[in-house]
Every structure is written in C-alpha cells, then in structure tokens.
C-alpha cells in the first residue's frame, strides 16, 4: 500500500512563472490536505479537498494560489505568478475520514529564483 | 495567533533516558491531538494521537499525556534512543462542531538530539 506520493520533489522556477505540485492520496483515502512549512516555521494549513470539492481553504492565500482534486487523478496545488516568498516546503496530507490521522507525502521543495 | 505553541525550540537527552517534549495550546474548540516526526527532507511521520475524552495514550516507547484544564499535552519517550533524533511536531484538530474540522494546526516543533 503505496503511502502519499508528491512530485515533483524539487522545483525551481523564475519569478512570474507557474509551479504545479501534484499529490496522489494514500489509496482508499479521499480527503486531501494542503500544507506549507516556510524556513524555521511549523506547517501552516493552506487547504481541505475531498473528490472534486474544495471543503476549506481558509489558509490558501487570496491570490495567485488554487487548489483542485478532481475526479480522476491527483490533486494539483497550482501558485500563479510565484514570488520568492513563496519559496518553501509545500506537505500534502490524506485520510480516510474527515477528523482522522492525517498521512503526509515527503513534500515538495519549491525554489524561486 | 499562535494556537498551539511548542516553547522549547530543542531537547538534548542521553540515550536510554526519558524525553519529555511539551506542546501547550489555547483554542478549547480542539479535541484530538496528535505527535509527529519528522526527519531532514521527509514528510512528517505519524506517531501518537489523543482524543479529549482520555488523559493518556500509550503505544510501545511513545506516551501522550493531555491535561486538559491546562490546555497543556506532553509526548515521552522511554527509553531514548539515537535514532530518535529528529524534530517533533504537536498537532491539534477541532471537532465536527468547528469550522475548522478537519485541517491540523501544528506547533513550531521542537528539536530533539539524543546521544549516545
């Protein structure tokens, strides 16, 4: 039973253009979390999706970030128009029930140069 | 607003010795609390939970104590070992009754180095 996988685990990318950070669910789980860890900080909660529905995302910045789960596939955490603030470690999570131990992935490392 | 804080930032313990990492919060709308671990490069590592309605929670080396009224909870491992080097986050979840069900809201962690 694979355990969550991320990908990629390292990306670079230029100020202004696109990152896209995949993660497939642990198998049998549908509910999927977004986390990100700046340097020295603890993780922060961006976002909750559950099969192609955004549950909350009260900890997704307002702009330039979104989120989706989509019925076929893994859930993508798409940063428009990166910045080097958004350089960080970006944990993806999932369970089988809402309220329950969250699995995490071993993270993606986003650099923006 | 830091609603689960973690005040010692590292922990130095011989091996074979007691580590006592310490998580306090402040939200009361959080009921089930959880540890994990986490190594350079990894993702975090699930190790213990605890539900509001029990005050401990044992599993092999690894014990979770909550104290409610303090709002204060406490992972201990006996006996330490080398391999458990790493940095320990607490976690916490509110209820269903919370807007916030669901998502974990961790502490700043704490680093723990256990010599041999």
């Known amino acids: 039973n694979a355990g969550v996988m991320q990908n990629p685990r390292h990306l670079v990318r230029r100020r202004g253009q696109e990152a896209r950070l995949r993660c497939s669910p642990m198998?049998?789980?549908?509910?999927v979390y977004w986390y990100r860890q700046l340097p020295e900080e603890g993780l922060k909660f961006m976002v909750y999706?559950?099969?192609?529905?955004?549950?909350?995302e009260s900890g997704m910045p307002k702009e330039r970030f979104s989120a989706e789960f989509p019925k076929e596939g893994p859930s993508i955490l798409r940063i428009q128009q990166v910045v080097r603030g958004d350089s960080a470690a970006y944990f993806c999570?999932?369970?089988?029930?809402?309220?329950?131990?969250?699995?995490f992935g071993a993270g993606t490392r986003l650099s923006v140069l | 607003d830091q609603q689960v804080k973690q005040n010692s930032p590292s922990l130095s313990v011989q091996e074979g010795r007691i580590s006592i990492l310490n998580c306090d919060y402040t939200?009361?709308?959080?009921?089930?609390f959880l540890w994990y671990k986490k190594y350079p490069a990894e993702g975090p590592t699930f190790l213990i939970s605890?539900?509001?309605?029990?005050d401990k929670n044992e599993d092999g080396r690894f014990t979770v104590f909550l104290n409610k009224s303090a709002k204060h909870l406490s992972l201990h491992i006996v006996p330490s070992q080398p391999g458990d080097s790493a940095v320990y986050f607490c976690?916490?979840?509110?209820?269903?009754?919370?807007?916030?069900?669901?998502?974990?809201?961790f502490g700043q962690g704490t680093i723990l180095t256990v010599h041999p």
């Open positions: 605890i539900s509001s309605i029990k």
């Open positions: 999570a999932s369970s089988p029930l809402r309220g329950n131990i969250q699995y």
């Open positions: 198998k049998g789980h549908s509910h």
């Open positions: 939200n009361s709308m959080f009921d089930y």
């Open positions: 999706l559950q099969k192609e529905n955004i549950i909350d």
């Open positions: 976690a916490a979840s509110a209820g269903a009754g919370g807007t916030s069900y669901g998502k974990l809201t």
